[in-house]
């Protein structure tokens, strides 16, 4: 195999957006750094039917703002001080968007890498929206993640009457399990990152490149975008919780969210992009009045997906010889996944569901304590706020069954002496609906059913 020489970080100036294609149902994504290397990502649309005139006209106008997002990916490695897009210019609103959508996305990464990227999307400003007025049949999507908000949508939909379609984008196990046990059609695409980015990442330190979260779930949002457009739907149901709007810390005078793509803030703006080549579209997160404790009681009243259901991102890693079954145990998202679920299951279903219990476990004591806002801020990872995990910790340890687990035991007076005062502020607050949301109108029944 011939091995790829890459260029120093320290030589680049120019990430450009070389063209995109789309044949065979695939849609083809290239990238390139200064003159010295390409990239190109795939993207399969498995089943869709091929599209008329009309719809290839919006669907290129669709790739062509996924073509941007994706990018991301490929930009952080070197994150030059020069953004090139070849081929067409954008308007001033894309740019403002692309803008927001790379140094929000990137704020971990370059929190991490101790990096400012220098992000500026060129425009021309004669450049004008070319609105489209083809007609969306309205259906439900709701992508699968694996994990218990996304079946609390889908069974939330379905108790209403409604008929989602379950939507992936790859299909590990998890997803795959739980979109059989739904009992739903599904809709599928696989997102094939270039090989050369992952040559690239796993020889990082020798050419100075740069790694490190993205925010895939912005990038997911303009290939459903693309979908819809492909098979035919109208709504996006996404299963993003309120706490996915609070951020982490700060760099440079800025909020850093892990969660940023999966914030309310993102769904405006991207609805502010899109409605001229989609206006019949809408890309909403139907759990946004919730919190996560909310969404783990609603959660712990079907025991349908117990087994296969998983929240631990080593089940989900590209490298599947790398992926885990189910749940690690050990990971900032096990935890608060356990710890959010624990005061409204049963104990010894929650172990049977986790295969251990962390609370038990010593060593894991720091963990808790990152999430119990202790010792440091919120971790970054999708994880529900530090007032939510102070407070289902608190409800574990006033319970018989919970409290002399070696976690509660060790923490318990650090909890009750900077948090006892406030729980009842905290169940208030974080039991209420919050009206900060983007759900269509026609959807209020399904948060009736939340209030119950």
Request: with cysteine; hydrophobic share 40%.
């Amino acid at each position: 195999m011939k091995t790829v020489s890459f260029p120093h970080r320290s030589h680049v100036r120019t990430f450009r957006f070389l063209d995109f294609d789309f044949y065979e149902s695939t849609a083809f994504l290239r990238y390139g750094v200064d003159d010295a290397v390409t990239f190109e990502e795939r993207i399969q649309f498995h089943d869709a039917p091929p599209p008329d005139a009309e719809r290839m006209n919006v669907l290129t106008a669709c790739l062509r703002r996924l073509h941007l997002a994706a990018g991301v990916s490929y930009y952080k490695a070197y994150i030059p001080p020069e953004i090139r897009v070849e081929g067409h210019a954008l308007s001033r609103k894309e740019a403002d968007f692309f803008n927001l959508f790379y140094r929000s996305g990137l704020g971990e990464f370059s929190f991490r890498n101790g990096v400012t990227p220098d992000i500026s999307f060129p425009f021309d400003e004669d450049v004008l929206p070319d609105p489209s007025g083809m007609r969306l049949p309205h259906r439900i999507i709701v992508p699968v993640g694996g994990g218990k908000d996304s079946i609390v949508t889908l069974e939330m939909l379905k108790k209403a009457g409604r008929s989602p379609v379950p939507f992936s984008v790859g299909l590990p196990r998890p997803i795959r399990e739980t979109i059989e046990l739904s009992g739903l059609p599904s809709l599928r695409v696989t997102r094939t990152i270039a090989p050369g980015l992952m040559e690239l990442n796993r020889r990082a330190d020798e050419f100075g490149a740069l790694n490190g979260h993205v925010p895939v779930t912005g990038i997911i949002a303009f290939i459903l975008a693309a979908a819809s457009v492909l098979y035919g739907f109208s709504d996006v149901a996404m299963s993003n919780e309120r706490s996915a709007n609070v951020g982490n810390t700060e760099k440079d005078g800025l909020m850093v969210n892990h969660q940023w793509s999966k914030s309310v803030e993102f769904e405006r703006a991207f609805a502010g992009l899109m409605k001229d080549i989609l206006p019949d579209f809408h890309y909403f997160s139907l759990l946004r009045p919730l919190s996560e404790l909310s969404i783990a009681r609603l959660f712990s009243e079907t025991e349908t997906y117990d087994r296969v259901f998983t929240s631990c991102n080593r089940a989900f890693r590209l490298d599947e010889t790398k992926r885990l079954d189910r749940w690690c145990g050990e990971c900032d998202k096990c935890r608060f996944v356990f710890l959010a679920l624990a005061p409204f299951m049963g104990r010894d279903r929650l172990l049977s569901i986790f295969g251990r219990n962390p609370l038990n476990e010593a060593e894991q004591a720091e963990g808790f304590r990152r999430l119990l806002g202790l010792s440091s801020f919120k971790p970054f990872e999708c994880v529900g706020e530090i007032e939510e995990s102070v407070l289902a910790f608190s409800l574990l340890a006033a319970r018989p069954e919970w409290r002399n687990d070696a976690v509660i035991r060790m923490l318990d007076g650090d909890v009750a002496a900077k948090y006892r005062a406030r729980l009842t502020e905290y169940s208030d607050r974080i039991f209420a609906l919050s009206d900060d949301h983007c759900i269509p109108k026609e959807y209020a029944d399904v948060i009736e059913l939340f209030k119950r």
